[in-house]
């Protein structure tokens, strides 16, 4: 079953300006991560978060976390047309760090140039 | 470091055939891979755990029989696709367990279409 979900499903916004995506779970979770996924394509891994932390940063992503409504955001900075791409969180089904990952339903970007 | 491959790209076969699509871990030893499976505008959902040595451990509504995975080294999983049938195309993604990081490296996948 789907423990994720993204809002909104889809976004098109202009090129620089912020993209910002929300995923919830429902378990406890030992790290909550972020991927994207380009057409067609695999999956790059973008950022991790812990369940400890509450906030982390790499590049132009800004992930935050909130353990206590179980909800994350993914924020895009200065968009650019090549960050057109599904973006989907996930989670380890049980909280450990060796098990599958439970996807959200993700979020489609356009960035229209 | 830390690729994981996928063969073949894609394929195309037609119904009652069976495929087989191989996911290998090219600069790391994986105990541990994953089979998920993403059909057209939807998400990623796990079928099984592949772990070397061992038997796969499915998901709850994947078909053991009909997904058949083999994990006979330390860099290679396969899925099999058993009597496939036009419901089973779909894009299969594998990934591959990191032994100190327990990050999961995905490999490119494999876009099946059935006939």
């Known amino acids: 079953s789907q423990q994720g979900e993204e809002d909104p499903q889809a976004l098109s916004i202009q090129e620089g300006e912020n993209a910002t995506m929300n995923c919830s779970y429902k378990t406890s979770i030992n790290n909550l991560q972020w991927y994207r996924q380009n057409s067609g394509r695999g999956l790059v891994h973008l950022i991790l978060i812990r369940s400890n932390e509450r906030e982390k940063h790499s590049g132009r992503l800004r992930v935050t976390l909130d353990t206590s409504k179980k909800s994350s955001s993914l924020l895009i900075t200065a968009s650019r047309a090549a960050d057109t791409a599904s973006y989907f969180c996930?989670?380890?089904?049980?909280?450990?760090?060796?098990?599958?990952?439970?996807f959200g339903k993700g979020t489609h970007l356009i960035i229209q140039p | 470091g830390a690729v994981v491959s996928q063969h073949p790209s894609w394929v195309i076969c037609k119904s009652g055939t069976s495929v087989k699509i191989e996911c290998r871990s090219l600069?790391?030893?994986?105990?541990?891979m994953f089979w998920y499976r993403q059909f057209p505008k939807q998400s990623l959902m796990l079928m099984a755990t592949?772990?070397?040595?061992?038997?796969?451990?499915?998901e709850q509504g994947v078909e053991k029989d009909k997904f058949l995975i083999n994990h006979a080294s330390l860099t290679l999983s396969t899925l099999t696709v058993t009597s496939a049938h036009p419901e089973d195309s779909s894009f299969y993604i594998c990934s591959a367990l990191g032994q100190e990081t327990y990050e999961q490296y995905f490999g490119p996948g494999t876009r099946l279409t059935v006939t």
């Open positions: 592949s772990n070397e040595g061992s038997k796969a451990t499915y």
């Open positions: 996930a989670t380890h089904l049980t909280g450990g760090g060796a098990d599958g990952l439970t």
């Open positions: 600069d790391f030893q994986a105990t541990t």
